[in-house]
């Protein structure tokens, strides 16, 4: 089983900013669109961003446009997701994953109805609280 591995995350204050990064050691990430998605306790899986793989178009959810960036670096085999202006219903636990051959059908689906995935990361915490 492949897996992402994540980094980042942690406790922080509502305005503020965090970077998550989601990188692999056995395959490489541009031939995957790759997600984000998060999950409060309680709540259904959200998807918030999704980069496609080779040409690298962008997806957000509506509820993240404007404060969440998500990029690539092919050189690192490293996708980001910048997250700025944290709010704390953005608590929640995050998770990178991919799909091979991820194209804008995916990742439009992804953000907008159910993020479907082949391999997911650890997944880490985000908490926003004063």
């Known amino acids: 089983q492949l897996q992402l591995v994540q980094s980042g995350g942690g406790l922080v204050q509502p305005g503020g900013s965090l970077r998550l990064s989601c990188g692999a050691s056995?395959?490489?990430?541009?031939?995957?669109?790759i997600g984000w998605f998060r999950q409060a306790p309680g709540k259904e899986r959200e998807g918030v961003s999704c980069i496609t793989s080779s040409d690298d178009n962008i997806h957000y959810a509506d509820s993240v446009k404007g404060r969440f960036t998500i990029s690539r670096d092919n050189a690192k085999n490293t996708v980001y997701l910048q997250i700025n202006s944290l709010k704390p219903e953005d608590t929640a636990d995050y998770y990178c994953?991919?799909?091979?051959?991820?194209?804008?059908?995916?990742?439009?689906?992804?953000?907008?109805?159910?993020?479907?995935?082949?391999?997911w990361g650890q997944g880490t915490q985000v908490t926003v609280s004063s």
């Open positions: 994953t991919a799909k091979a051959y991820g194209d804008d059908y995916y990742c439009s689906g992804y953000v907008s109805t159910a993020p479907e995935y082949d391999y």
């Open positions: 056995e395959f490489t990430l541009n031939y995957y669109g």
